[in-house]
């Protein structure tokens, strides 16, 4: 398999940092109340990742064995801050939004686990690949966490996107009347919701494994039918 | 001791194929735990200092970007309270220091505004802060009137449950037409005297949505105690040199 084929399978699916590894819950519980939220946390965990992959394997031939992990933990700081700073400088909008949620990577453990695991031993192209398809990952799911919490929760779609968009608006789903249901925005929501995304990708994983099997098996169909 | 080895040697780290292939005929003899520990320490330091520039070079240039954006922003936030065309001086220039209050729920000194027109006291602009919200402080930005009313009140930061507490925003608010928060527009301080600034379920004037009273009897409570706070002390605020500390005298 293309090796760019592999990393991004991986980062999207196979490894997913969510729903495979249960990295970075911290962040990805805290934020996904809604759709907005977890999207724009998602895009600047990609910026972070991407660069500290980047840097970590442009600097690896440097780094003693000894003492990676003060200086991985050291650079994702600093490119994190400098991310911030860069942000409430040149896209204040959007900072008055995400600004918040930038500190919060250096909690979220996937950035730290992909340097160490990846960017420290391969090259740049592929290390900086990995961070960006990591980040994919994680952005697709937390953006379906906060959908489905803010839906259940609020009824409505996309609220909040006026920070960013000022002339878009939510998108009411449910009738206007509905109640809300509180459990879906409050943490324990998020453990649910989770829970039902990780059950969900692992039915589809066994139902393809199986179909795989039925393929092997294809000689004798009375077996896999029994 | 001697002097360690420069520890950015792009020859040691890497070792190309035929440096290894050199070494494997004759092993240099093993450098000694000091000098490693030593060596690493100093690169350790180089790290540190050269990402410590990097926030440091990033910070200087971004400075003067984010200061400018901090004072729109606070222009912004006081325009949503009092509206430019109600007074004519430099607001941001006319401004006091005021102590950390209980009186305002505040835990740190914050400054407060004056707005004149024609030199006449307009309204005083300055933070409140509600401690007891359902999820931690509510803080607030509230107008208050030379004459006792509240001007208008906004919320400018809060951790409210999303979709139920989080009203108190006007942002938030799904009732687009009539916000929460824009009942408290104009109302007087006779009010909270009268014992009527509350939430209508404790008994007052001012409707909580179902659901979430604590949050709009936080908001309510916190802005009664500051209205009265300010109209108290209107003329002693007004008459403070700018750039003074406001000190609250003993009763």
């Given amino acids: 398999m293309n090796p760019y084929r592999e990393i991004a399978h991986n980062g999207l699916w196979k490894q997913n940092a969510i729903l495979a590894q249960l990295l970075g819950l911290c962040p990805l519980l805290a934020v996904s109340t809604n759709l907005v939220n977890a999207v724009s946390l998602g895009l600047a965990t990609i910026v972070v990742m991407g660069m500290s992959n980047l ?9 003693p064995y000894e003492i990676r992990i003060p200086v991985f933990v050291l650079i994702i700081a600093a490119l994190v801050t400098v991310v911030d ?8 909008d959007l900072y008055l939004v995400l600004g918040i949620f930038i500190p919060l990577i250096v909690t979220n453990c996937i950035v730290l686990a992909r340097v160490e695991a990846f960017a420290a031993k391969n090259s ?3 290390a900086t690949f990995d961070g960006i398809m990591m980040g994919v990952g994680f952005v697709w799911v937390i953006g379906l966490l906060g ?26 789903i449910l009738p206007a009347d509905y109640p809300g249901f509180l459990i879906a925005i409050l943490p ?13 990708r692992n039915w589809l994983d066994h139902r393809a494994n199986q179909r795989i099997l039925g393929q092997r098996t294809q000689q004798s169909p009375a077996a896999v039918a029994g | 001791m001697s002097e360690p080895a420069p520890p950015v040697d792009p020859s040691t780290p890497p070792a190309p194929p035929a440096q290894a292939a050199v070494a494997m005929v004759s092993p240099p003899p093993a450098p000694s735990i000091m000098r490693i520990s030593a060596r690493t320490a100093v690169i350790l330091l180089l790290f540190t200092l050269a990402f410590t520039a990097l926030m440091a070079g990033t910070y200087k240039l971004t400075q003067p970007l984010v200061e400018a954006s901090a004072q729109a922003e606070k222009l912004r936030l006081i325009g949503e309270v009092l509206p430019p065309l109600m007074y004519d001086n430099t607001l941001l220039d006319d401004a006091v220091t005021l102590p950390p209050l209980k009186a305002l729920g505040l835990d740190d000194a914050t400054t407060l505004y004056r707005a004149r027109k024609d030199g006449r006291p307009v309204a005083l602009v300055f933070e409140v802060a509600a401690p007891d919200g359902y999820s931690g402080r509510i803080g607030l930005i509230a107008a208050v009137s030379a004459d006792g009313r509240l001007l208008a009140l906004r919320v400018t930061q809060h951790k409210e449950t999303p979709g139920l507490g989080d009203y108190i925003d006007p942002k938030k608010d799904r009732n687009k037409q009539q916000p929460w928060i824009h009942q408290f527009d104009g109302v007087g301080f006779d009010s909270v005297l009268g014992g009527k600034w509350k939430v209508k379920k404790d008994g007052g004037r001012f409707d909580q949505r179902a659901g979430a009273t604590i949050s709009a009897r936080a908001v309510t409570n916190a802005s009664g105690r500051a209205l009265l706070w300010a109209h108290e002390r209107s003329v002693n605020l007004f008459e403070l040199p700018a750039g003074q500390t406001f000190e609250e005298k003993a009763k």
């Fill in chain 1, 55 to 63: 840097a970590i394997s442009a600097l690896r031939g440097f780094i």
């Fill in chain 1, 188 to 200: 324990p929501g998020a453990f649910f919701v989770l829970g039902l995304l990780i059950a969900g």
């Fill in chain 1, 147 to 172: 959908a489905i919490r803010e839906l259940i929760g609020q009824g409505t779609l996309f609220s909040g996107i006026e920070m960013i968009i000022p002339t878009a608006a939510a998108i009411q």
């Fill in chain 1, 124 to 126: 740049m192209p592929v």
């Fill in chain 1, 85 to 92: 700073l860069a942000f409430n400088a040149f896209l204040h």
